[in-house]
């Protein structure tokens, strides 16, 4: 035994079953087996099934860690159990308490992990296990567990982990916690002597712990005799080259990348001890895994949220009655295209690719103007420079760079060698953008001076790059290792060809959704879908070669080089687009003639607000513009009048589109005005290539798993294009379930389509008959009456009819089924405070909103989203209304 | 043509419901201290106490609706009792020996209530450990046994209408204009509370309907009300604007009206007593919490829709002070 642990755990002592009463412990699960001279606890359901005539798919062999029991898979156990007893997929499922641990056999010898691995095996023999096995590993458990598949190839078929680790980078050390848990004197007291290591990891549980719960984990525990094992686990912990269990770690860690089974990592960010970095490796090790992040969740992920039923739908879909091998892959039609091919067309030529405006009050600044040569030949030095720096095909590389040259050449050269740019725009606030690039987790950083300064300060992950070169003391205070202008040079001397390009389908860039409806989600793109979005612009707006193009909304900004278009960049305060002016824009038309102008939607609200400061140079750089767009959300009807106005020759257009599918239909102000202004926000006709269906809404306000294209039906809409994207980051879940639907219907009605990749977007609207696509909002903001569902953008269109209001929500109170409608709307002249609406303008909105309408209060400002300040936040004002006129206090929204 | 007994028919609802029976074609017989004066109906007095006099009254019955009972916010807990539980026992008893096949005993809503918002909940069973009040506890004591009692040769059913009012009720609609004339009709937290009330022609209709459904929803128990809740302030302006009085505009805090001041005695009864007591922390509680439902069971069961609208119910309540002012 550790001679660094107390002597009562060093003890012999049976196995035993635990006590009854624990909760969701099922004692009819419970038995003991012995195997190799020693005797484990396990809970297993395979008698269950044999009794009841149940042939299960495989096994699913559960593996704890370090300080829980066989305990932390009862729900997984009970779950896959009622799954098969009801008819569903059967799977046997064994959860063993490791020897020394849980209700197993204290077996006195000291355990090291090739002896655990090896135990693990024999337990299995014993048990004559054959057919698929499915691992399922926890923290320690999730090494030993590895260790055992990769010991087994010929039985191993997925492997599943919660929060683990296979792999210590030498440059990092291991968790503070362990740290010190190990210290000298400090290891026996810690673990064995006193319940403080368990009560530790008891305390990790987002939200706590039950009480019963927490006596569950402790039953088997109790006295130091029982926790020999928790000890000497923390004292196997390979914390270093040297240590005796390290080559056997790295044995299996090195064997892993070797291994090709489905895999899913169910994963809690907020874990002290397994952190992103250690799922970050597990990727690079599983990269075909299917990951799922579930945010605000931690080291107890097992019991902070639903694993079981997520781990039991996956087992369906990889290996169930359910499971169908993804329909015949039709690949998108990406053959010819690169993101870099304009580029390269071009890198001859001396006129100009892109141009930076200067920075207002900067008077001495001229306009930095790089051609197409020169952005060919710097974007090549710096994909030299950073590949000499490290930054390897498939790493991913997060741009904190404000629009404009750097970051075009930042981007490209990724794009050219292979890397994945993760874009996280500074609206999704501080908070927002660091969970952002936490889940993405990048190997490396190339940021401006503010963002590695947050980057320092918020603890962001990544080699540091930065954009210009830095002052050593600086470099050294922000850890950064090299900067754009170094990298260039060292790729400017090296002669040697640029590797090949990357493939249409390796990821290309991750960019956020805004973050308005729960954590922003990272939305991942290959090259060719990103290509397919340029062939989308081109197709629909007519940009293209030499096209001038005023890039001032952020995803297609970038996009200029490779449409061939010349781009520039106005001047504006990136973190808040509503700081973009209309002499901003007026400048940098004309440095290039423009004929296209990109905005975003708050953008254009203070383009119009500032269009008396224009002179008539400006003003007139304005009229040679042809095409407008102002994309991101929808923009109303006065304020795209107001900007056509500036733009007299322009035909203005508002794109419909989101993250995940970024162009997706167009609509003309001049069709705009032709159309009546209720029954939803009209959003035109599908973009180039672009499909669109919808699931059809229940009585219960849900979406149905079908769609179609019946005229006049409210539903979920449905896209589908080559340019949508390719998956969410690390949200199997929410992957899986914006995809519902989809493989049946690429089945059923549309085969022999580009592509079935399609795409919930989580808005409900209709088609009309001339195919026209109208929004009424969003899926959660549906609002289920009694007298049936009611989407709330009609009624809000109705009710802005009414003099006094100026902007309205019609949100829900109450429970599904019988909720009642509320109006939430801002007046004018704008109200102090939160009230009732007098009588006379309640009858007035009642008699306008065309539903029965429970309330209607009046508030300053209503709660809108930060990136565009315009989607207002129905879910945060229904919530209010519910408070309020149950009694609550009337406070602002 | 069905004899139906009407108890307690002298009050506005219970004389509603009398008339609502008597225009669907049925036999009325009432019964209660003291003669309805319906036009039409039988009149048979006594106290729903007085066995003897119970007894008398059922001869030839075949259908009873219950709503005589002692209501009023504050008393001896033993007169309560006797009266809505006692009076009630003696009225099922009598009804099923004399060979009655259905019985609705009109409830109240109060009888489930807690003191907490109702927010959109369809009937919960009957709690009078819970409930707040004599009244409401006797109430929900006596639909217990009422329901309790209920089998398939003697269907009984409980419907608990919601705040009733309409043109001629002195109770709730009479006291907020009084109040609200004297300038002593305060908001409490603004009125935001969402509240669903029922007008009184709907409340008939809806209580005769059950009789006439009675046969396939027995042993259940419905809460009626119009289905359109509305913030507490919007409710007492509408009242206030039909009679003509200026609505209220001072709010308070809720907390304080609880412990302090008198209001409107509104609510969860039909007849007035002579103590009447002053604002009791359950009609603070009542003016400044939530109380609406879901009305889907109740409409689905019932095959029944309130035909009167808010707004047409206060424009007929408008009408009704216009031609008294006349």
Known sequence: MNSRLPRAAQAPAPASLPPAGLPGLDPALSRLVPAAARTWHVLDNGPVLEREGIAPIGTVLCVHGNPTWSFLWRSFVSGATDQALRGGDAWRVIAVDQLDMGFSERTAVERDLTLRIGDLADLTDALELTGKVVTFGHDWGGVISLGWAVDHPDLLAGIMLLNTAVHQPESSKIPAPLRLALGRGVLGKATVSTPAFLETTLALGHPALALDVKEGYRAPYRGASRRGGIGAFVADIPASASHPSDPERRRVAEALLSVDVPALMLWGPRDPIFSDRYLDDLVSRLPRADVHRFEGAGHLVAEDVDFAAAALTWLGDRFGRGAQDPAPAEPDDVSSVSLLAALDARRSSDATAVVEMPRRGDVDAAPRVVSWRALGQRVDRLAKGLLGAGVA???????????????????????RIGAVVVVADAGLGVKGLTRAVRGAWPAHVIGALPGLSAARALGWPGQKISVTSLPAATRIALGVTHSLPELMSVGAADSRPLPAGPAADDPAAILFTSGSTGPAKGVVYSHGQLAAVCRTLAETYDVGPDTGLVAGFAPFALLGPALGARSVTPDMDVTSPKTLTATAVADAAAEIDATVVFLSPAALANVVATSDALDPWQQNALRTVETFLSAGAPVGLPLLEAAAELMPNASAHTPYGMTEGLLLTDVSLDEIRALP?????????????????????????????????????TGEIVVSAAHVFDHYDRLWLTGRAARRGAEQHARAAENGQTTNRWHRTGDVGHLDADGRLWVEGRLPHVIVTAGGVVTPVEPEQRVEGVTRISRAAAVAAGPIGTQQVVVVAETAPGTERPALADAALAAEVRAAAGVPVAAVLVVPRLPTDVRHNSKIDRTRLSRWADSVLAGGDLVAP | MTLVLVTGASGLLGGSVAAELLRRGHEVRTFQRRPSGIEGAQDATGSVTDPAAVVQALDGVEAVVHLAARV???????????????????????????????????????????????????????DPRRARGEYARTKAEAERVALAADDPAFRVVAVRPHLVWGPGDTQLVGRIVDRARAGRLPLLDHGTALIDTLYLDNAATGIAQTLERADVVHGNAYVLTNGEPRPVAELLSGICLAAGVRPPTRSVPAGLARTAGSLIELGWRFRPGADEPPMTRFLAEQLSTSHWFDQRRTRRDLEWTPAVTLDEGFARLAASYAAASR
């Open chain 1, 393 to 415: 095909r498939g790493d991913r590389v997060s741009l904190l760079v404000p629009p404009g040259v750097d970051l075009t050449i930042a981007l490209y050269a990724c794009l």
């Open chain 1, 677 to 713: 202004e209720v029954g939803g926000v009209c959003v035109g006709r599908p973009a180039a290539g672009v499909r669109i269906r919808i699931a059809p809404l229940a009585d219960d306000g849900s979406s149905s798993d079908s769609f179609g294209e019946t005229e006049g039906v």
């Open chain 2, 72 to 126: 009023s916010l504050a008393g001896d807990p033993a007169e309560f009792a006797a009266v809505n539980v006692g009076g009630t026992a003696v009225l099922l008893d009598a009804a099923r020996a004399g060979g009655v096949s259905r019985f609705v005993y009109v409830s109240s809503p109060s009888v489930a209530h807690s003191g907490t918002s109702i927010v959109g909940d369809d009937a919960r069973p009957a």
